[in-house]
């Protein structure tokens, strides 16, 4: 079955350091993947999506994620964190195959420390 | 162009009362899909509408149901509502369902707390 797995549900990183935020996936065709953030008392917005273009994904708000199939993974990362950037992030997934529903992981949540 | 939107962002209910929340997609988006957001589950799908036809059903309990309008306006509703009930009841709406591209976009929900 398709899923996703975030690895952490709390981050926490000063202004100014690099995000890292981990999603794996389990798939053995290589699935579309999403990050959607969520900020307080809002939905949530696409950050970016991997389709089986380029493996690096730039996205909104300097974001950006690499497609690994190796490992299974579509991390996000950016270079350096800000206030704003505080808010949860979701990985999401839908299999091309099974033309289902977008799956989400259970999230993780960034704080950055002034 | 306007967003998705979500009416009423907040309600109360009490145990056993039935509860119905609407959401407006974007103007020309024909496919509505439903999550339920909770901080012990997370997003869980609930189900998704296109053109007035229910084309894809999550793993709830059928006191969860829900139709869509000729102008792709959507409901959804919950009888014999449940302390587990409480949550944030998030709707999005797309061109042709998300399939494709996945990109969705999200009103800001409707915050449902069950007494």
């Known amino acids: 079955a398709q899923s996703v797995t975030q690895l952490g549900s709390h981050v926490s990183v000063s202004e100014g350091a690099l995000v890292l935020l981990r999603c794996n996936y389990s798939s053995s065709v290589p699935p579309y993947l999403f990050w959607y953030v969520q900020y307080p008392n809002q939905g949530l917005q696409l950050l970016l999506k991997?389709?089986?273009?380029?493996?690096l994904v730039k996205g909104i708000n300097g974001f950006e994620a690499e497609f690994k199939k190796s490992e299974t993974s579509f991390h996000l990362t950016k270079p350096s964190a800000h206030m704003s950037d505080a808010a949860e992030y979701f990985c999401a997934v839908i299999l091309k195959s099974s033309g289902d529903k977008l799956t989400f992981g259970t999230g993780t949540r960034l704080a950055v420390r002034p | 162009k306007a967003g998705v939107t979500q009416t009423p962002r907040y309600l109360i209910k009490t145990r056993g009362q039935q509860v119905t929340l609407s959401c407006s997609p974007i103007s020309g988006h024909r496919s509505v899909s439903w999550y339920q957001q909770t901080p012990g589950q997370g997003l869980q799908f609930l189900f998704e509408?296109?053109?007035?036809?229910?084309?894809n059903k999550g793993n709830f309990p059928g006191r969860f149901s829900g139709r869509q309008f000729s102008n792709s306006r959507s409901e959804m509703n919950v009888s014999t509502l449940e302390l587990g009930d409480s949550a944030l009841y998030l709707c999005a709406s797309s061109l042709t369902g998300g399939r494709d591209t996945g990109e969705l976009f999200f009103g800001e929900g409707s915050r449902l707390t069950v007494l």
């Open positions: 509408y296109f053109s007035e036809t229910q084309r």
């Open positions: 991997y389709t089986s273009a380029a493996t």
